[in-house]
């Protein structure tokens, strides 16, 4: 049993794009979800939520949950720099492929 659930191809090539994409997000989205939490915090708290009410309902999903999921460090407001942000984005990158071929070979095995 344990055997067959190993040679899943599709169930792990999910897995893998999942967490590619993980990766992908992170890599792109966390200096601008800190800084985000950090204009949603402190004295800017009522202009943050004024400006939100303004957009739409769409925009403000998101920008509501960047301000709940945000890094609290104010340094990670900074854009990573290229050592730190491309292999956080390679992976996502190269995990993306590998489960989209994974999800190929349990495709054509079946």
């Known amino acids: 049993m344990a055997v067959a659930f190993l040679e899943n191809w599709n169930f792990w090539g999910v897995v ?3 967490l ?5 997000v992170w890599g792109e989205l966390s200096g601008e979800m800190a800084m985000i939490r950090y204009q949603a915090t ?8 004024s400006e939100v009410m303004k957009r739409s309902f ?3 999903w998101m ?3 960047g301000r709940r999921c945000g890094p609290s460090d104010p ?3 900074s854009p990573l720099g290229l050592f730190d942000s491309f292999p ?3 992976w996502g990158f190269t995990f993306l492929v590998l489960g989209f071929c994974l ?5 054509l095995k079946h």
Request: charged residues 30%.
């Open 103 to 107: 999800q190929a070979i349990g495709s």
């Open 88 to 90: 956080i984005k390679a």
């Open 42 to 49: 402190g004295d800017f708290e009522r202009f943050f939520e």
């Open 75 to 77: 340094q990670e407001m």
């Open 16 to 18: 893998l794009d999942i």
């Open 20 to 24: 590619g994409a993980g990766l992908l």
């Open 58 to 60: 769409w925009k403000r």
């Open 63 to 65: 920008l509501r949950l």
